[in-house]
């Protein structure tokens, strides 16, 4: 996939379009299921591999609503950064970029909030990163 060329999209957009979209099935032939039923996605590049998981929740995420809120949870020392809403510019990244430093990204860590939230570990490599729009949350580890 070249990133912003033919076959790419925005991050956003495919968030949007494959994600929050509850009427999309799975593109499987023998299977007519929503993607949000108990499907996970896999991207795989040279050795490593990105999840994607969807979970519908039974109430909606407050301050979602036409906004896709992210965030970030590092399995290592167990912080959360803030929820904040995706910033145009973060919607408009493109998708094979955002996949290119999940895969390679692992100098960059996330930007400290205070003392509370300060984790030194990498943000593509050892934090799972959230999105959310309405009741359905996209995790990508």
């Not at 990105?50 to 039974?58: A, G, M, Q």
């Not at 995420?61 to 995706?86: A, H």
């Not at 909030?113 to 996209?138: D, E, K, M, R």
């Amino acid at each position: 996939m070249d990133m912003y060329g033919r076959n790419d999209i925005s991050l956003g957009m495919f968030l949007e379009r494959y994600c929050f979209r509850k009427t999309y099935l799975c593109p499987s032939k023998p299977c007519d299921q929503p993607m949000i039923s108990s499907h996970v996605r896999r991207f795989v590049h040279d050795h490593g591999c990105v999840t994607l998981s969807l979970k519908e929740l039974p109430k909606p995420i407050v301050g979602s609503g036409e906004n896709i809120l992210m965030w970030n949870w590092c399995f290592r020392c167990e912080t959360v950064s803030p929820i904040v809403p995706m910033s145009s510019e973060a919607w408009s990244l493109s998708f094979a970029k955002y996949l290119e430093l999940r895969f390679q990204g692992n100098g960059y860590t996330r930007r400290s909030h205070g003392t509370h939230n300060y984790c030194p570990h990498s943000l593509h490599h050892q934090n799972v990163q959230y999105f959310a729009q309405n009741n359905i949350v996209c995790s990508f580890k």
